[in-house]
């Protein structure tokens, strides 16, 4: 078991290697010289001159790209060239939030999506069912900046019980966190929760026509230990491997929802430097998001073999 | 008497605190886009100037009716040969570190300016050779040749003061803690979230402000901004859409400003970029330049594209500027005109590409242009190009017309020496023209503003029959506030000056 892990563990390396040959690659495809666009309105020649030098934008893209991943072993993932501030830096200071909203929207989308597919396999065909599905259609149909947007209206507008945007740190004050991450949170939940509904409902259809679910209740077993412990326990296993799929994808950012209620996350950060052409700041945040998912994976691969005598041999 | 003295104490405690409570005010500003490097040297943007407004003092200013004024500096003369400026500084005035600043921190700052690598102020300074320290307070700016725009200069960025004890320690990372002797002191920023600056209590000019903090959040939607403020979680917003205006108006709670912007919006079009600049209809004959403008209805492109929230121009400065050419007026639009030129030309319906950004605003302006010189006989093809894109054709020429705006400088010059002049870098249109060249350079080197207006007037006889740029309008700059906010001012540089206001 720990060559296989050794085995793992030396793949990083080479996975993310052609992850920052593909980041690196695939940025130079972008139109238009970052030097000019960097230049601010003005384009002052010798700043454009200047900023090409800096960024070595005068050299062969493989020497840029060896200027940059020289860096990137240092632990240096350059600086932003819009505001100087180290990419290390801006990421840091964007991950908790990032990781905050995924983790609530992951919890609100639980909380809709597998009751509610549960319920909806239950009444098959019948009301509840009915009204799951077309609380699943509204929730896949329904656009982020849409629902943001009217739920600002609404809820802090209107109401003004919630803030309309913005973030405040929850060391800084964990109750004004909450109701800045509630909204957001809620609109990246809402589109997950159908998709978990959809999955969960499938699956619970399956399993409860599944030989071991009529033994159970044939057993004499209360009907909720049977849905809960028996069949609910059986079908979530599709369920939650694409809620951790989901759950990577909120942590790379959401550019809509964060941009609607002014959440200072990975996404907001990656689209402003992909228009500002700010190269330092995509590559690194694209790189740690990439390594993150290796890293996320490689834990998934232990926690099988942990888990699995099977793939012990 | 104890219990009678420590009431009086308690009570005079709960009145001191509650009125400390009381006048520690926020101010918060919610901005269209994230600012650059808060560094004066180095920065780009516009909207980096509305921060530096309450962060950094300047040389000089402009008021409400672009006037130069003093700021730091309280009076200038200069030298019979107009070839250098003689200022004198005020006094009394300290950087938010505590240094003093004085004749010398004017010559390191312009010197800053100079040299620094990457530096963006070097073109606005590039006539000047050298800075000299008189006394403690007074300063001489020498100048290779006459340069009249030098003022304008130096009550923007370049006029900015830095601490030099803190720019020399700070080197090229000055921005990310920058110390300058405005009004208030930075305290900290969280990129695309919030900057936010804290009253400086020795600012020399402290009795007109009325804040204990400011905080400038960037929200990029327009419709979020307004929620916002809406939802009270703002004072004041800038760049508001103008369909949002009637919802504001019937509340209030808010009020709205508006002025006119030093800027333009106007439509380049290729005459000698490149290549391309042949095949191109407009590019090649001034009559179907002359066409197509004839055949655009100013006043209509700004009903649909603007709801009305702009004034209409042909120059590069609005017609309400002292510097507007008035010989060369607003041409009425005119369809058989257009065609009858275009039939002279020989090409009845030209067909050419109008490259936009993928802006709103840009891309309406363009839709509309579309459908008014489709009247005279055009095939106007639109290209929108996210604005990175846009702007690399722009540079290389890749482009028959090109939709495109300017933020525009206080002096005349700043909106046309870059885009008018031969080979200059934002002369898009690749336009080239000594007669012209001769005479912007002449208006740099004239101070007496009715010798200037008459250079101008040539100026815009030749261009505004070139044509290198069609110039539309100017956009009403539109802020929408809480009416608990008063002394608010607006300036047509787009720039927020918070002295003098104060919320209630």
Redesign the interface.
């Known amino acids: 078991m720990q060559r296989e892990l050794l085995r793992r563990l030396a793949s990083i390396i080479p996975t993310l290697f052609c992850v920052s040959i593909l980041i690196f690659g695939l940025q130079q495809l ?4 970052p030097a ?13 001159a ?2 090409h030098q ?1 960024l070595h934008l005068d050299q062969p893209v493989a020497v840029r790209y060896l200027y940059w991943i020289a860096g990137v072993a240092h632990g240096d993932l350059g600086e ?1 060239v ?4 180290p990419v290390l830096q ?1 990421i840091l ?1 964007k991950l908790p939030v990032t990781i905050e909203l995924a983790f609530l929207a992951m919890a609100i989308a639980i909380a809709i999506g597998i009751p509610a597919g549960v319920l909806a396999a239950l009444s098959k065909d019948g009301p509840w069912d009915l009204f799951a599905n077309a609380l699943a259609l509204w929730g896949l149909s329904t656009p982020n900046f849409w629902l943001g ?1 009217m739920m ?2 609404l809820f ?2 209107h109401l ?1 019980w919630l ?5 405040v740190s929850p060391l800084e004050d964990l109750r004004a966190n909450l109701a800045a991450m509630i909204m957001p949170a809620f609109v990246l939940g809402n589109a997950i929760a159908a998709v978990l509904m959809r999955h969960t409902r499938s699956a619970m259809l399956q399993v409860l026509n599944a030989d071991y679910v009529r033994t159970a209740r044939a057993k004499g077993l209360p009907p909720w230990t049977v849905i809960v412990h028996h069949a609910l326990r059986n079908a979530l296993t599709p369920v939650i491997t694409l809620g951790a799929l989901e759950f990577g994808t909120l942590l790379s950012g959401s550019v809509l929802t964060e ?4 959440i ?1 996350g990975f996404g ?2 990656v689209v ?1 430097a992909v ?3 700010d190269y330092a700041v995509i590559q690194g945040v694209v790189l740690f998001t990439a390594s993150a998912y290796v890293l996320l994976n490689l834990l998934a691969d232990i926690a099988y073999l942990l888990l699995n005598p099977r793939l012990r041999s | 008497m104890p219990i009678r003295r420590i009431s009086q104490i308690l009570v005079v405690l709960f009145i001191s605190l509650f009125s400390s409570i009381a006048s520690a005010q926020t101010l918060r500003i919610g901005l269209a886009e994230d600012p650059d490097v808060l560094d004066p040297t180095l920065a780009r943007t516009f909207v980096g100037r509305i921060v530096f407004a309450s962060l950094c003092d300047k040389l000089f200013d402009i008021d409400e009716h672009l006037n130069i004024i003093g700021q730091l500096a309280t009076s200038w003369q200069w030298a019979p040969d107009n070839k250098s400026l003689t200022i004198k500084l005020r006094k009394g005035v300290l950087f938010q570190d505590g240094e003093k600043f004085d004749a010398a921190a004017v010559k390191f700052n312009i010197e800053r300016h100079k040299t620094m690598p990457g530096s963006n102020r070097r073109g606005e300074l590039a006539p000047v050779t050298s800075v000299d320290v008189m006394d403690p307070y007074t300063v001489r700016i020498n100048l290779s040749e006459p340069f009249a725009p030098l003022l304008a200069a130096l009550a923007d960025r370049a006029g900015m003061m830095v601490s030099p004890k803190a720019a020399l320690k700070e080197g090229d990372k000055f921005g990310n803690h920058p110390v300058c002797s405005g009004p208030f002191k930075f305290s900290e920023r969280v990129a695309q979230d919030r900057i936010v600056l804290d009253r400086f209590p020795d600012y020399w000019n402290k009795a007109a402000i009325h804040f204990d903090k400011i905080i400038f959040m960037p929200i990029p939607d327009a419709a979020v901004r307004l929620a916002n403020l809406r939802a009270g979680q703002l004072d004041l917003i800038e760049r508001v859409a103008a369909s949002d205006l009637p919802t504001i108006a019937s509340d209030a709670r808010f009020k709205i400003a508006r002025t006119t912007e030093i800027g333009y919006q106007g439509i380049t079009i290729n005459v000698g970029k490149s290549a391309q600049a042949k095949s191109n209809p407009l590019g090649r004959d001034p009559r179907v330049r002359e066409a197509f403008e004839l055949s655009l209805d100013r006043q209509g492109i700004v009903q649909v594209a603007m709801d009305g929230e702009a004034q209409v121009g042909n120059q590069w400065v609005s017609p309400n500027n002292p510097f507007y050419a008035k010989n060369v007026p607003i041409p009425q639009r005119n369809v058989e005109k257009a065609k009858a030129l275009l039939k002279a030309a020989g090409d009845e319906h030209p067909m050419f590409t109008l490259l936009t950004p993928t802006t709103s605003d840009a891309q309406k302006i363009a839709q509309v242009v579309q459908a008014m010189a489709k009247d005279a006989g055009f095939d106007v093809k639109i290209l929108a190009a996210e604005f990175a894109t846009s702007l690399n054709m722009a540079d290389t020429g890749q482009f028959d017309a090109y939709v495109l705006a300017w933020s525009g400088r206080a002096d005349p010059d700043g909106n046309l020496y870059s885009f008018d002049v031969c080979k200059q870098p934002l002369n898009y249109a690749g336009y080239c023209n000594p007669e012209v060249d001769a005479l912007i350079n002449e208006s740099r080197a004239t101070r007496d503003p009715t010798q200037r207006q008459k250079v101008f007037n040539a100026v815009a006889q030749h261009v505004l029959s070139d044509r290198p740029i069609i110039y539309l309008f100017h956009r009403h700059w539109l802020w929408a506030y809480s009416s608990k906010l008063s002394g608010f001012r607006t300036f047509p540089d787009g720039l927020i000056r918070v002295q003098g206001m104060s919320l209630h």
């Open positions: 972008l139109p238009g010289d000019v666009m960097l230049a601010g309105e003005d384009r002052d020649p010798s700043v454009i200047y900023l800096k932003s819009r505001t100087q501030e801006l200071q947007i600002i209206l802090s507008v003004g803030p309309a945007s913005g973030y941009q609607v209620f002014s200072p907001k950060l402003d228009f500002n052409r």
